[in-house]
């Protein structure tokens, strides 16, 4: 199901508790090391992905080459892809029997949300967690 309004995407963000960051950078001025590091500030397991940095640590987190590399159960994939590079991504989320996948700002990608729909996952696109959650927070949408 994409996931529109305030409460279900703030329901989602209250049950996730590990969320795998696809493609993580290390470099601080990067939208994806800026989320990464508010996501970990708010309590959730990040796990970064990105094979040109695996093995390494971005904000402190180790990071993996894949999405399959990743040795928990992961609730949510954060996609920082461009739109057209999603349906891969979304791919792997599905194999690895992940829960949801959230699209970034300007992320979309129509065949992405329905093959995850399809699969029974929940998906969010074209919104960010670090916009979101402090809103929520700030609305009592979230603790």
């Not at 996730?16 to 090391?33: G, N, P, W």
């Not at 989320?35 to 695996?54: D, E, I, K, T």
């Not at 029997?97 to 329905?114: H, K, R």
């Amino acid at each position: 199901m994409v996931l529109h309004s305030d409460n279900d995407i703030s329901t989602l963000l209250s049950s996730t508790q590990t969320v795998a960051l696809e493609i993580a950078s290390a470099k601080m001025h990067r939208d994806s090391f800026r989320v990464l590091s508010f996501l970990v500030n708010c309590g959730y397991r990040l796990y970064p992905v990105n094979p040109a940095c695996a093995g390494e640590r971005i904000a402190g987190q180790l990071v993996y080459a894949s999405l399959e590399d990743i040795p928990v159960k992961v609730d949510l994939v954060d996609i920082f892809r461009r739109s057209d590079a999603v349906l891969p991504v979304v791919e792997r989320a599905i194999a690895i029997g992940a829960d949801a996948i959230w699209m970034q700002l300007g992320v979309m990608n129509s065949a992405a949300a329905a093959l995850a729909q399809s699969a029974g996952l929940k998906v969010v696109m074209d919104r960010c967690p670090a916009i979101d959650i402090p809103r929520f927070k700030a609305q009592g949408l979230m603790p």
